[in-house]
C-alpha cells in the first residue's frame, strides 16, 4: 500500500488547511487497513500523534488539537483528511499519514504493520 498525502502549504493563524491522504494498493492490502493516523514533527522535536480515526469512526485526539482538528475518512475511496481550523503558529510541522493495517493470510498467518505515507509541510503564520 502506498499512502500519498496532500493538502500541505502555507496558513495564517486562525486560518484553515485540510489534508487528505489517499491509500492505493492492492484491494486486499488497502482492506486490511482498520485504522489511519495523522502524525507530526515540529523542528527539533519528537513526532507526535495528532489524530486518529478507526475503522468505524471512532476518533482520538491530541490536547493540543482537540476542538480545532477534525479527522474523517472516505472509505469508498481510500482516503483520510485532516481539518485544521482555527490555526495556530505552533501548528507548523511535517504531517504523515500513517494506516494500520492487519492481514490475514489465507494459509491462517496474521500479519500486522503500518504503513506510512510522505510528509506534507505546514506553516502557520502569526
Known amino acids: 500500500v502506498q499512502l500519498q498525502a496532500y493538502g500541505g502549504g502555507l496558513g495564517q493563524a486562525g486560518g484553515s488547511i485540510r489534508l487528505s491522504c489517499v491509500a492505493s494498493g492492492s484491494t486486499f492490502s488497502v482492506n486490511a487497513i482498520n485504522a489511519w493516523e495523522w502524525y507530526r514533527q515540529a523542528p527539533g522535536k519528537q513526532r507526535e500523534l495528532a489524530a486518529s480515526i478507526t475503522k468505524s469512526g471512532s476518533t482520538t485526539y491530541a490536547d493540543s488539537v482537540k476542538g480545532r482538528f477534525t479527522i474523517s475518512r472516505d472509505n469508498a475511496k481510500n482516503t483520510v483528511y485532516l481539518q485544521m481550523s482555527n490555526l495556530k503558529p505552533e501548528d507548523t510541522a511535517v504531517y504523515y499519514c500513517?494506516?494500520?493495517?492487519?492481514?490475514?493470510?489465507?494459509?491462517?498467518?496474521?500479519?500486522?504493520?503500518?504503513?506510512w505515507g510522505q510528509g506534507t509541510q505546514v506553516t502557520v503564520s502569526s
Open positions: 500513517a494506516a494500520d493495517y492487519v492481514e490475514h493470510s489465507p494459509e491462517g498467518t496474521v500479519v500486522v504493520g503500518r504503513h
